[in-house]
T-cell receptor, first 116, second 113 residues
Framework: DTAVSQTPKYLVTQMGNDKSIKCEQN?????MYWYKQDSKKFLKIMFS???????INETVPNRFSPKSPDKAHLNLHINSLELGDSAVYFC???????????????FGPGTRLTVL | GENVEQHPSTLSVQEGDSAVIKCTYS??????FPWYKQELGKRPQLIID?????GEKKDQRIAVTLNKTAKHFSLHITETQPEDSAVYFC????????????FGTGTRLQVTL
């Protein structure tokens, strides 16, 4: 009955590699997000999609590219990984309510990315 | 854009005491203020939230207050227990064309026996 799931849970890779993280939600939500949590625990939004359309695109290097094949899935692809990309990446989802404003966000379990 | 400040960064209380965490926000258009609890190695989980049309909300030992004029909101935990130990994040939603949650920097709460 997992609401928001992510794979993999842990990802260890070398600098310069390309990797992907996958996220799926079974809550029927129409909005999904990617957050980055660094070593100091700061939670910062990176991207948001609503019904497969990109609606939030924060100042993130263009090595990061999100892809939403359908509204239940949001993947994150990272090219040419750098040491500074090491962090925990959280996916989240929510449902747009009246007025075009999204309600409560539910987080996935996180993917701990370590770049060596 | 929105800016959320959170204090203190660490808080240590004895079991049974109360804990208070305070946040301020910058955008008067923000209308939704959730609080998340994150245990070590786990995901952030919503524990309580408040909307701008309400001044206070309670859920058992947890309460949140909102002062729209001063643009600050607080989390109050009474009768703290060891399992309350975690990092707590406040957040504010900026009501632009896209709904974006801006998080505070977190408060590490330690409840000691």
């Amino acid at each position: 009955d997992t609401a928001v799931s992510q794979t993999p849970k842990y990802l260890v890779t070398q600098m310069g590699n390309d990797k992907s993280i996958k996220c799926e939600q079974n809550l029927g939500h129409d909005t999904m997000y990617w957050y980055k949590q660094d070593s100091k625990k700061f939670l910062k939004i990176m991207f948001s999609y609503n019904n497969k359309e990109l609606i939030i695109n924060e100042t993130v290097p263009n090595r990061f590219s999100p892809k939403s094949p359908d509204k239940a899935h949001l993947n994150l692809h990272i090219n040419s990984l750098e040491l500074g990309d090491s962090a925990v990446y959280f996916c989240a989802s929510s449902q747009l309510v009246s007025g075009g404003v999204a309600d409560t966000q539910y987080f996935g379990p996180g993917t701990r990315l370590t770049v060596l | 854009g929105e800016n959320v400040e959170q204090h203190p960064s660490t808080l240590s209380v004895q079991e049974g005491d109360s804990a208070v965490i305070k946040c301020t926000y910058s955008d008067s258009a923000s209308n939704y203020f959730p609080w998340y609890k994150q245990e070590l190695g786990k995901r952030p989980q919503l524990i309580i939230d408040i909307r701008s049309n309400v001044g206070e909300k309670k859920d058992q030992r947890i309460a949140v207050t909102l002062n729209k004029t001063a643009k600050h909101f607080s989390l109050h935990i009474t009768e703290t227990q060891p399992e309350d130990s975690a990092v707590y994040f406040c957040a504010a939603r900026y009501t632009g064309t896209a709904s974006k949650l801006t998080f505070g920097t977190g408060t590490r709460l330690q409840v000691t026996l």
